[in-house]
């Protein structure tokens, strides 16, 4: 092998790591960017109907296994930052919507986790519930886990079961544009968004030979994702018929 052919090596290798340095950063911010147009939108509306605050349990609950589940099966670190990264945002929406839902109601009534009614589950008044939820599901997590850590049935079941909410994360919000029978309010940018990342990180799993936990429930957010943009035609055109 000659020089040239050395060089010429030494730069595909520089070039492929830089191209995975890079494809790691998508995976770790990419999964929290839809929620910036969302945010935004509520923000600028003062109105959160549009957007079912469930999406963001599902996400907290997935993550958190995932996060477990890494414990147990060490898979990539892209994966656990992206697990952080996306804790984070979700408790953002989640302050945000809390401060919207206080500044906009009239009846002095509040919710509360301590309460104990679970109608009113996931619905609370103050952002310190949810806060107190998820961290008494994480101790909850961190006991079982430390029981069973040992248990390669448990820790491929706490992989299957992370996945398997963060397969269900455009479910509440289909269920609740479906129940409105409209998408007003939610952000077509933030269903978009969700789309190509989705498509982005089940490529990224089949590439990087991740869990096959983590590329099936690419495929069904992929299904989930196309039967909300689907609604988002749908409603559009039977605004106009009425309108018309």
């Known amino acids: 092998m000659d020089a040239e052919d050395v060089l010429l090596d030494d730069d595909l290798d520089g070039s492929w790591t830089l191209l995975s340095w890079l494809a790691s950063c998508v995976m770790v911010f990419g999964g929290a960017l839809p929620y910036v147009p969302q945010y935004q939108d509520i923000q ?10 469930r999406v963001c349990l599902v996400l907290l609950v997935a993550n958190i296994l995932r996060i477990f589940f890494w414990i147990g099966k060490q898979f990539e670190m892209t994966l656990l930052l992206q697990s952080v990264v996306m804790i984070l945002a979700m408790f953002a929406m989640l302050h945000l ?7 906009n109601r009239v009846s002095t009534k509040q919710h509360r986790l301590t309460d104990l009614d679970f109608r009113y589950f996931w619905k609370w008044s103050a952002f310190e519930d949810y806060l107190l939820f ?14 069973l850590l040992d248990s390669l049935v448990f820790v491929e079941a706490l992989g299957s079961l992370a996945v398997m909410f963060e397969a269900m994360l455009g479910l509440p919000q289909l269920l609740q544009n479906f129940h409105n029978g409209s998408t007003k309010g939610m952000s077509v940018k933030m269903v978009l968004l969700w789309t190509a990342g989705d498509v982005f990180k089940t490529i990224y799993f089949v590439l990087n030979e991740s869990p096959s936990q983590f590329w099936v429930c690419g495929s069904v957010q992929i299904l989930i994702d196309v039967a909300i943009l689907l609604q988002v035609l749908f409603y559009s055109q039977d605004a106009r018929v009425k309108l018309g």
């Open 44 to 53: 600028r509306s003062s109105n959160t109907e549009g957007f079912s605050t």
């Open 97 to 103: 919507c809390c401060t919207v839902h206080n500044t």
């Open 134 to 147: 998820c961290f008494g599901f994480t101790v909850l997590c961190a006991v079982v886990t430390l029981l």
